[in-house]
């Protein structure tokens, strides 16, 4: 009589077939985002630079961040609760078909030459709209595809395919915009149709378990109230909150690009990318050797570290050094990043993650378009390279701050200490 050999589970998240299509989709969504993001950006401070001077054209960068945190703000606790209540894979469907309505819109308006000012921030904002409810069943959906002993892995892999679209992406918008406008639009559009495509091939096991029927606003307060009480998940959104608000240099990289560094649309696309090759040199890294100790102290140590490199670029006048800067920045962002998306998985039940991703998914959204909004407000006041130091300067702040008025986060050790029980 044989015995059968035990099934041994996998050791690498993308040996499961459901993860590697949603690491795909992933990468494809990415490069849509980052591609947009950078034509968009150059394209406001183009159109603006032609009829203003720096100060007022890096204002107008500032209302591309505006524009996309509005609708993610109105829509985002309604999001959070369809990520609980229905299946994640078509809420993410769904949501890449509006992304790409709204940039179709945008194709078609640059060939018939009616694309300015508004209607960028137009399209900026229902791209955001659909981003809105994509981020958190997205984000909700890893932990269905993965035993839970890889996870933390899982979700580094899952970073990676994040910054592989935030390496690639700007460089390819950069070098297609070159080209023509509408060709960086059409890039944008064909990369979210292979997103879809990708999404769809996740079967059935990556449904979710939907919460109770119930009042609506009764779940909604019910994700809330559970991040607002528990203080490692509200320590470690509101981190990275702060961090990225106050010393994010992203939205000031056009003015850097075109009058301080003197590199054009394709430098521009390099110092996009620099930060993204910092960051997913250190996923690789951690993909195989996790953070598994004092998980705590290192993000905090990490978004420190994150913001002496933003204000060293700040000052920087060499591209070497300015692209060094910013790979370090990234590497430092993804360090916290990593342990915050842990942390907020491994504390959160099941049933909650959508509504706690989407309070996330707000939080990432506030830092990094109203960060664009705050640093194109601080380059019209103190210029761009003030409101880089500035930020950089602040950051740093905010880490020793957090310290302080966090202690639970000094003194997470592991992630295994605070795993919740569905």
Known sequence: MSIAAPVTAPRHPLAIPAYRAFWIARICAMLAQSNLVVVLGWA????????????????????????????????????????????????????????????????????????????????????????????????ALAPALVPPEILPRAIAVSAIAGRIGGIVGPVLGGFAYGLAPEAAYGLTLALLLAALLAQLAIGPHGANRRVVEGKPLAHIIEGLRYVTRNRILLGAISLDLFAVLLGGATAMLPVYARDILHVGPTGLGLLRSASSVGAVSTALWLSWRPVDDRVGPKMLAAVALFGVASAVFGVSRWLPLSLAMLALAGAADMISVYVRQTLVQVVTPDAMRGRVGATSALFITASNELGEMESGLMGALMGPVGSVVFGGVSAVAVALAWGRLFPELRRVQRFEEVVARD
């Open 44 to 139: 406001v401070y183009d159109v603006a630079r032609s009829s203003m001077d720096m100060k007022a054209a890096s204002l107008r960068i500032g209302l591309i961040g505006l524009s996309q945190f509005l609708p993610v703000l109105l829509i985002n606790p309604f999001a959070g609760l369809v990520a609980d209540r229905h299946d994640r894979r078509m809420v993410v469907r769904l949501a890449l078909l509006a992304q790409m309505a709204a940039v179709g819109v945008l194709v078609v308006l640059e060939a018939l030459g009616q694309a300015d000012l508004p209607v960028f921030y137009l399209v900026a904002a229902g791209f955001a709209a659909g981003r809105g409810f994509y981020a958190p069943a997205m984000n």
